[in-house]
């Protein structure tokens, strides 16, 4: 990232914010509002973090519009999302770096390659037969694209990321450092004494303005494709099996696992480590909560949660005991229920 410094108003201007304040201060940095310093950007999104605001250094804080102060020293950016504008502000003020256009001496690319005259190809970079790469990607050093792979224009690559045979790669994608994308599905068929691979004949396509954290893996599909719809934001170390379809704008956090052929909704959000069966139908617009395991269709939209609680060892080892006792305790009362039913009958008789 380069550092850029804007007048305030005009920043205001560029996020779309109402200010109330000095229009001619510089701001050359976005912080924290306990780490601001003079010069500083930050944001307040949250009110249970209001008193801080007593204690800040930056020279501008975003608020939300609703928000009254009574008095402040610095200037205040109104907006109904703080948050999304403090977004867009570090964005202008840390641009990623251009691409640096060439091929570095290092990298290996096939004849067949088609490789745009803007984009940069760093050391170490693997570039197989009949590839594509768009106009102003940045490649990183040590990637591995496969065999007629195509990357659409402006992605970003990291690091020692692998895109392999076949996959397509849609505008605007970033891609993380370690994510392996096109690896072969886990497809295994039971013969009498041993398992047997199936061949995994699909890709992994993905869809403009995707984004997908470090180490996170993505299977080709066994026959079909696995398909990523455009601008959903994946973490690290998520794991995405063969012939998933992921719909558009969903967002998954770190170390959640999806099974074969589960189809996911649009605007979907997935907490952390949630972990979700092979081929189900998950709504849109659907919400799990971290470490829910979801084994069964979800037909209808909602916040779904499950798992445990963390809670002292002993309160936990008395629920365990009540846990393993659970349908002992259903068949008694079920059973002082009909009891009690024939009870009532005899007396209304």
């Not at 914010?17 to 999104?45: H, M, N, W, Y």
């Not at 102003?136 to 970003?156: E, N, T």
Request: hydrophobic share 40%.
């Amino acid at each position: 990232m380069t550092a850029q410094s804007y007048r305030l108003g005009e920043l205001a201007e560029q996020i779309d914010c109402r200010l109330d304040g000095d229009a001619s201060l510089t701001i050359d940095c976005v912080a924290t509002l306990e780490q601001a310093k003079p010069g500083a950007l930050s944001f307040l999104a949250n009110r249970r973090y209001q008193k801080t605001l007593g204690h800040t250094h930056a020279s501008a804080v975003i608020i939300p519009k609703a928000l009254t102060l009574a008095s402040f020293p610095f200037a205040l950016l109104r907006t109904d999302n703080p948050h999304l504008a403090f977004a867009r502000a570090a964005r202008l003020l840390n641009p990623p770096p251009k691409p640096s256009p060439g091929i570095a001496d290092s990298a290996i690319v096939h004849p067949s390659a088609k490789i745009a005259p803007d984009a940069e190809i760093g050391p170490g970079v693997i570039i197989e037969q009949d590839v594509s790469v768009g106009p102003r990607c940045v490649i990183q050093a040590g990637v591995v694209l496969g065999r007629r792979v195509a990357v659409a224009q402006d992605c970003f690559i990291a690091t020692n990321a692998s895109v392999l045979a076949g996959c397509e790669i849609g505008a605007r994608a970033h891609i993380d450092a370690g994510v392996v994308i096109g690896c072969e599905g886990f497809g295994f068929a039971r013969a009498p004494d041993h398992w047997e691979a199936v061949p995994q004949l699909g890709r992994v396509i993905i869809a403009d303005d995707v984004s997908i954290g470090a180490n996170t893996t993505l299977d080709r599909g066994s026959i079909g494709d696995t398909v990523i719809e455009r601008g959903c934001k994946i973490d690290n170390l998520v794991q995405i099996a063969h012939n998933v379809h992921i719909g558009a704008h969903t967002v998954i956090a770190a170390q959640t696992g999806i099974s074969g052929s589960t189809r996911i909704g649009e605007y979907c959000t997935i907490g952390g480590q949630v972990g979700i069966a092979g081929h189900l139908e998950i709504a849109p617009g659907s919400t799990f909560t971290g470490m829910t395991m979801v084994t069964g269709h979800v037909p209808k939209a909602g916040i779904y949660s499950s798992g445990v609680p963390a809670a002292s060892n002993q309160e936990w080892r008395r629920n365990a005991v009540r846990f393993r006792q659970l349908d002992a305790m259903a068949r008694r009362l079920d059973a002082l229920e009909k009891r009690l039913t024939a009870l009532t009958n005899q007396q209304d008789e």
